[in-house]
């Protein structure tokens, strides 16, 4: 049995008086918690995020990671580095990243595989634009973006990825996917894990404003195993609600 999973995805908000605010609050509201949980913060405060969070059973982690291991890279951090803060997980492949930096799959790969030795959870988002999913793609663009990873992994690493099903149409807009379109688009995700016997070991979150209103009900499908939050996760009240759905 997958354990369920509730990871925030602060994307560019916070400081360090507003962080710390913020983390008091779910460490204080995790009590009977059965979900595991980690907040995805800017990288200037993944050192806050550690010496706030060690020994709770928050985890944390980053937005973004280099495909490379270090040099001349101007802006950019390596998973070495992530790591150093003791981060467990690192978001790639966001579809934020995907279209305002040109992310390809190609390049979505190697970040994962970057993560991965260096004992990070990558977590993979895929998911298809509004137009995509109209054209009847979606199936095509997400199970893309998935082979993509999954080429550069053998078996045991592609068990130790997380996969989050982000349609970019329900992000930050109050659309969410019915639970039955976001099963849906996870059953096949699953399947594709098969071809790597990964299939019952990777946890498959949706993305796309999930609220305390709507996580239940996304939650209690099969293929749903957790949710990846970005608004939501920026309130103690909120992220702990959809925390508890999962109870
Ligand atoms: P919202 O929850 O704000 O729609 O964002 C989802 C997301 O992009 C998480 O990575």
């Known amino acids: 049995m997958r354990r369920k999973l509730v990871v925030g995805n602060w994307k560019m908000n916070g400081s360090r008086a507003v962080n710390a605010a913020l983390l008091s609050g779910i460490t204080a509201g995790l009590d009977g918690a059965a979900a595991d949980c980690a907040v995805c913060a800017p990288a ?100 893309a973006q998935l082979d993509a990873v999954l080429a550069l992994l053998d078996d045991a690493a592609a068990a130790r990825i997380v996969l989050a099903y982000e349609p970019v149409w329900a992000i930050g807009t109050g659309k969410t996917a019915t639970p039955e379109m976001a099963q849906e688009v996870h059953a096949q995700l699953r399947a594709q894990l098969k071809q790597k016997n990964a299939a019952d070991a990777v946890q498959i979150l949706y993305g796309g404003s999930m609220k305390p209103d709507n996580a239940k009900e996304l939650m209690a499908q099969p293929d749903i195993d957790g949710g990846l939050i970005g608004g939501a996760a920026l309130k103690a009240a909120d992220f702990l609600a959809i925390i508890h759905a999962t109870r």
């Open 44 to 143: 200037p405060y993944l050192a806050q995020c550690e010496s706030a969070l060690a020994g709770t059973p928050v985890a944390w982690g980053a937005q973004d990671l280099s495909a490379h291991a270090g040099g001349a890279f101007t802006g950019e951090v390596s998973a070495a580095m992530l790591a150093d803060f003791a981060c467990k997980y690192v978001i790639v492949g966001h579809s934020e990243r995907r279209a305002y930096h040109a992310e390809s799959n190609e390049l979505v790969a190697k970040k994962a595989v970057a993560a991965l030795e260096a004992g990070l959870t990558p977590i993979v988002c895929v998911g298809e634009t509004l137009a995509e999913r109209e054209a009847g793609r979606t199936g095509a663009v997400v199970s």
